[in-house]
Structures are given as structure tokens and as C-alpha cells.
């Protein structure tokens, strides 16, 4: 049977949603309960005596134990797998829809208590497309049509709210030049992040006006007849190639990929993947009916999105609904220069003096030792090495260093208790650390403005980064600071 419509385009994009989920809960096996478990930074048994179902609609309302955490966790990684391998389609409508459905109320369990470390705008899109997801069918049926126009209505909010979030931000977006600076200060750059930060100033001008033109003119091609659809979803595919070869953005650029998928046609994809169909069939009256129902419900839901991408205050990456289902997207409206960074140090010695010795603490991702080369992380999201980016922009530099005008964040000041600890299940986070045999005495965290060495420098010295000392962001505490005890014992977190 000739591959027609979109049966292939749906087989094709199940499989690259699933391997999505499974990257997304091998993070949180792994993450998860160092984060907010039990005895984590932010413990979500604290957390959902303050939150309602309604507000944060999860499983973990009613059992929130590591032991529901690792159950859960893995039970996402196994039917992550069971739709890659393409079991969930082979069984019937009932099984897929099933097996959707299930992925989407997990990961929406994890992701409404995981707090900070959860509050990605890529968490809610792949939320969004999981839901949307069930709708496709088994292996048996064609989709609806209707379901293929639903994810290209969330690539073109991803893209397009992020084309306007630029417009109406930085000015370095109107003249051209930020991509001068995004390279070295993005949140975590990767192998060849400092190759292309000294790529000629021409291929970064070009780079931006590439940008606004796949942001913001292409978007509107993806409801456009064939192939006027599948061009715009190849320009959106080279355009986040682009991005994930020269930057760690988690899945955001992979799951953008995949969501470029229905913009093709089975016709269009035939040539490069091999699926034959059997005697397919169209959904059911039921299934279709409900299909129907949730595109005037998507419909319905899309005002706040679209009022947000028209208002001239547009935000980036929020929900409007506690199912994280038709939010607005948006990225980079502000592009940071210079890069500042939080180093964490401690020391062993009782008494601090001029002459203390620190050692630092090596994160898995985020800059740190100048010497060594950024890692490639993505589409793996390290959580905790995110925050640790977010951290100085609530810093202000003044003529005397480093101030804090919103104070520390609580994760913050629970993550540098656990360090005190020797905590094994924070460490686990970390790349380095160096009081492997018994916990340091004072911890504190230094401010460094972090630049890209030029080639002459990096010929020379062999090292990536240069760093000039800008403050103190956190004076050294011990776990018997009155201080660091009463904030601790105020969060009920101190034991």
C-alpha cells in the first residue's frame, strides 16, 4: 500500500516523542529525589502542605515517598521505552491512548512538585505535545488531521513567541549583534560553544537575521499547502541544528525538531524512512468526536497565548492552567553580558583568616575549572546546574562588590546545607567534590565575571575561560551560623 497522507508523519513522530519522555524520566530517576525527594533541596512533602490538587494536580499529593518517587520514575522510563519501540501502536487504539495518557499524567505529577528545578517552559511543552499525543491512534489508523494541525498550532507559539519576546527585548536583537555575546553567555555552552563565539561578526549578523526570519516569517507556513509546509519545517530544523551544535539547551531544541515533524507528509518522509502500513482505517465516530471536542477546547484555550504574543508586556514560558496545556513559549528575550558565575568553595580549617585555603566544587555542566573544555549535556537537562545560572541575575554589582536586593533563594541556601553535610545524594549532582572524606566546616560562594579566552590566549595558556573576582555572593557559613540556621529552621527544612 502507497504511504499517503499522514500515517507515516505519525509513526515517525510518536517514536521521537517517546525518546523525548525517555530522556525526560531517565532525568528524573537520576534528579529527582536529590531535588525535591524526601530529604531533598526543596522536599515536596513540605511543598503540597501549602498547594492544593487543583493548583498542582499530581499523584504525589496523596504519596510522596522516595520509594512513589523511584516507582513512578522508572514506570515513566518503561513506557517511555514500550512507545519507542513502537509496542503502545501495535495493540490497538486502546493501548496507545493508554499508554499516552499515562506518560502525560506522570510526567505532569513530577513536573506540578518539582518547583524551581521543574519550571522550564520546555517542561510544559512537552506536556502539551504528550497530550496531544493520545489523539494520534495505533499503528492502524490514519490520524486525524486535525491532531497534525494541533502540534503545528504549538511549534508555531514556540517559534513565533519567541521571534516577538526578541523584538520587543533586547536591543542587540534590533541591531544585529547578539549573537556577539550569546555563545559565551548562554546558559551552558558546549564543546564548540567557543568556536563559534570567534566565528567572523558577519556569520553573527547574518545569524540574527536568519533568526528573525525563521521566528518570525516561517512560522506562518506551517498551515500552508504542501510544500510550502514541509519547507518551513526544514528551515526550522536547520535553524535548531544550528542551536544544538553550538549550545546545551536540554531537549527544548530537540523536542522543537520533533515537533517540526507534522509539517511533513507521509509522501515527503517515505524516501528516508521505510514503515509500510497494513489495511489502515479512520478513527472511530467516538475517537473522532473527542478529537473535534479538544480542537475547539485548544481553540478556546489558545485566547491567553494569543493576547500575550499581541501584548506589548509579553511574557515568556507560562501556563495558564495548572494541565500545562496551551501556554505561550518564548526565549531569550534578554541576551546577558557579560557571563557571571557562582563558584562554590569550602574549606576544612575551624578558624577563617586571609590564609584560609578553599577548594571549589565542581559542577556537571556550568563553567567552573577554566581549563576544561564545556561538555555536550544536551538533550540531557541538569537541573540544578540551570539554577546555578539563573542565580546572579538576582545580584546587582555596585562599586563595592556584590549585593543581593531579593536575597538568596531558598534552594539556594538549602543546597549550600546540604554541601555542609557531605550529603551523598546532593553530591551525586556534582561532578567534583572535594571533601570526599569528611564535610567542610565553611562553605561559601564567590561572584566572577567568566569570559571566553581569545585563540592567542587558548594557544598559550591551553585554558577556555578567563575569570576576574567581582565579590562575595555568599560569606562563609557553617551549619552552626545562627544565621543559616534561622533561615533553615523558618523553611521547616533543619534538622
Known amino acids: 500500500?502507497?504511504?499517503?497522507?499522514?500515517?507515516?508523519?505519525?509513526?515517525?513522530?510518536?517514536?521521537?516523542?517517546?525518546?523525548?519522555?525517555?530522556?525526560?524520566?531517565?532525568?528524573?530517576?537520576?534528579?529527582?529525589?536529590?531535588?525535591?525527594?524526601?530529604?531533598?533541596?526543596?522536599?515536596?512533602?513540605?511543598?503540597i502542605q501549602h498547594i492544593s490538587f487543583r493548583n498542582a494536580p499530581s499523584i504525589f499529593q496523596w504519596i510522596s515517598t522516595d520509594v512513589a518517587f523511584t516507582i513512578f520514575g522508572w514506570l515513566g522510563v518503561g513506557l517511555a521505552l514500550f512507545a519507542l519501540l513502537g509496542f503502545s501502536e501495535r495493540f490497538g487504539t486502546g493501548v496507545s491512548v493508554t499508554t499516552w495518557l499515562l506518560l502525560w499524567i506522570l510526567y505532569l505529577s513530577f513536573t506540578n512538585v518539582g518547583q524551581s528545578f521543574f519550571a522550564f517552559?520546555?517542561?510544559?511543552?512537552?506536556?502539551?505535545?504528550?497530550?496531544?499525543?493520545?489523539?494520534?491512534?495505533?499503528?492502524?489508523?490514519?490520524?486525524?488531521?486535525?491532531?497534525?494541525?494541533?502540534?503545528?498550532?504549538?511549534?508555531?507559539?514556540?517559534?513565533?513567541?519567541?521571534?516577538?519576546?526578541?523584538?520587543?527585548?533586547?536591543?542587540?536583537?534590533?541591531?544585529?549583534?547578539?549573537?556577539?555575546?550569546?555563545?559565551?553567555?548562554?546558559?551552558?555552552?558546549?564543546?564548540?560553544?567557543?568556536?563559534?563565539h570567534w566565528l567572523p561578526k558577519w556569520i553573527h549578523q547574518f545569524g540574527v537575521g536568519f533568526n528573525h526570519f525563521v521566528e518570525l516569517i516561517v512560522p506562518f507556513f506551517y498551515f500552508a499547502p504542501q510544500p510550502f509546509a514541509a519547507i518551513a519545517g526544514g528551515l526550522t530544523l536547520l535553524f535548531h541544528g544550528w542551536l544544538f551544535i553550538s549550545?546545551?539547551?536540554?531537549?527544548?531544541?530537540?523536542?522543537?525538531?520533533?515537533?517540526?515533524?507534522?509539517?511533513?507528509?507521509?509522501?515527503?518522509?517515505?524516501?528516508?524512512?521505510?514503515?509500510?502500513?497494513?489495511?489502515?482505517?479512520?478513527?472511530t465516530p467516538v475517537f473522532a468526536y473527542v478529537i473535534i471536542l479538544i480542537t475547539v477546547i485548544t481553540a478556546f484555550l489558545s485566547y491567553y497565548p494569543i493576547r500575550n504574543m499581541l501584548s506589548r508586556r509579553q511574557v515568556m514560558n507560562t501556563s495558564y492552567n495548572s494541565l500545562h496545556l496551551v501556554g505561550t513559549y518564548g526565549a531569550f528575550g534578554s541576551i546577558t553580558r557579560p557571563?557571571?558565575?557562582?563558584i562554590v568553595e569550602g574549606t576544612n580549617e575551624n578558624v577563617i583568616s586571609s590564609e584560609t585555603t578553599w577548594h571549589e566544587y565542581e559542577f556537571m555542566g556550568k563553567p567552573g575549572d577554566l581549563k576544561r573544555t564545556p561538555p555536550q549535556i544536551a538533550p540531557y537537562h541538569l537541573r540544578l546546574d540551570w539554577l546555578m545560572w539563573f542565580?546572579?541575575?538576582?545580584?546587582?554589582?555596585?562599586?563595592?562588590?556584590?549585593?543581593?536586593?531579593?536575597?538568596?533563594?531558598?534552594?539556594?541556601?538549602?543546597f549550600m546545607a546540604k554541601l555542609l553535610k557531605n550529603?551523598?545524594?546532593?553530591?551525586?549532582?556534582?561532578?567534583?567534590?572535594?571533601?570526599?572524606?569528611?564535610?567542610?566546616?565553611?562553605?561559601?560562594?564567590?561572584?566572577?565575571?567568566?569570559?571566553?579566552?581569545?585563540?592567542?590566549?587558548?594557544?598559550?595558556?591551553?585554558?577556555?575561560?578567563?575569570?576576574?573576582?567581582?565579590?562575595?555572593?555568599?560569606?562563609?557559613?557553617?551549619?552552626?551560623?545562627?544565621?543559616?540556621?534561622?533561615?533553615?529552621?523558618?523553611q521547616g527544612w533543619y534538622k
Open 1 to 47: 500500500m502507497e504511504i499517503t497522507g499522514y500515517w507515516l508523519t505519525k509513526i515517525i513522530f510518536q517514536r521521537a516523542l517517546a525518546l523525548i519522555y525517555l530522556i525526560a524520566f531517565i532525568a528524573i530517576v537520576h534528579q529527582f529525589k536529590p531535588l525535591v525527594g524526601e530529604k531533598g533541596i526543596l522536599p515536596v512533602p513540605q511543598f
Open 247 to 283: 549550545g546545551n539547551f536540554s531537549w527544548l531544541g530537540l523536542l522543537t525538531m520533533v515537533l517540526v515533524i507534522p509539517t511533513f507528509s507521509g509522501a515527503q518522509l517515505r524516501a528516508l524512512f521505510h514503515f509500510k502500513p497494513g489495511l489502515l482505517s479512520a478513527p
Open 423 to 490: 550529603d551523598k545524594a546532593t553530591l551525586s549532582l556534582m561532578r567534583h567534590n572535594p571533601f570526599s572524606d569528611q564535610p567542610p566546616h565553611y562553605i561559601r560562594a564567590l561572584f566572577y565575571k567568566y569570559r571566553f579566552t581569545t585563540p592567542r590566549e587558548k594557544k598559550k595558556t591551553g585554558a577556555i575561560w578567563d575569570r576576574e573576582r567581582i565579590g562575595v555572593y555568599l560569606p562563609p557559613v557553617s551549619l552552626d551560623d545562627p544565621a543559616l540556621r534561622k533561615i533553615l529552621k523558618a
Open 121 to 196: 517552559g520546555w517542561e510544559s511543552m512537552l506536556l502539551e505535545a504528550g497530550f496531544f499525543a493520545v489523539f494520534l491512534g495505533s499503528v492502524k489508523t490514519n490520524p486525524s488531521f486535525l491532531v497534525i494541525l494541533l502540534f503545528r498550532w504549538l511549534l508555531f507559539r514556540t517559534m513565533f513567541g519567541a521571534g516577538l519576546i526578541k523584538l520587543r527585548g533586547d536591543e542587540c536583537w534590533r541591531d544585529f549583534t547578539c549573537l556577539f555575546y550569546h555563545y559565551e553567555t548562554q546558559p551552558m555552552p558546549n564543546p564548540l560553544s567557543w568556536y563559534f
Open 391 to 414: 542565580l546572579p541575575f538576582r545580584a546587582s554589582i555596585t562599586s563595592e562588590g556584590v549585593s543581593l536586593p531579593y536575597g538568596y533563594d531558598p534552594w539556594f541556601i538549602n
Open 339 to 342: 557571563r557571571y558565575e557562582v
